[in-house]
């Protein structure tokens, strides 16, 4: 499989859960390798630009609100099937159809405050991580475990 990046947010509630290790351990432990990793409290402008696909979507008022609730944790994942590996990681969008052990069913308490975000696909991932990250910022190293 060819080692791919994917964008992940780790979402307010994930924050005021204090459960930035967990999910990060979840991620490295499954072979995906933080390789930029920051934290921002996203503005209105960024979480609208961000998430512009979805504006004439019902929920996207809503969606930018929690976002811009408190700061998120943005980061860049590079792996072997790395959007798709990380989507499995997650779970389904709604917390309460997410398969059990994944992110969401585990922590996420609503469809909105679902604890992370992941890219949909490798084009998206590209966009996504773009819209973080300066190529300089994305960092490669060798992991010896
Ligand atoms: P995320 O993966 O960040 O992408 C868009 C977000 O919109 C999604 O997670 C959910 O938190 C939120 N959302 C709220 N309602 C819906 C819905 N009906 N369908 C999809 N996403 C939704």
């Known amino acids: 499989m060819a080692i791919e990046r994917t964008l992940s947010i780790l979402k307010p509630d994930a924050l005021e859960k204090g459960i930035i ?7 490295e432990t499954s072979g995906l390798k ?14 609208e630009g961000f998430y512009a696909v979805h504006k004439e979507r019902p929920f996207f008022k809503d969606l930018v609100s929690f976002m811009t ?10 792996g072997e099937g790395a959007v798709a590996r990380n989507r499995e990681l997650m779970g389904a ?12 069913a585990d922590f996420a308490k609503s469809i909105d405050a679902n604890t992370v975000h992941g890219s949909d696909s490798a084009d998206n991932a590209k966009i996504e991580v773009a819209y973080f990250f300066r190529s300089t910022e994305l960092v490669s190293y060798d992991w010896k475990k």
């Not at 609730?69 to 590079?78: A, N």
């Not at 969008?93 to 969401?104: H, L, M, S, V, W």
Request: glycine share 6%; with cysteine; aromatic share 2%.
């Open 21 to 27: 290790g967990k999910i990060l351990s979840r991620f």
């Open 69 to 78: 609730s408190g700061p998120v944790v943005v980061m860049c994942l590079e």
């Open 93 to 104: 969008t709604d917390p309460k159809k997410a398969d059990k052990g994944t992110i969401r």
């Open 34 to 47: 933080p390789i930029a990793v920051r934290m921002q409290h996203l503005s209105k402008q960024e979480a």
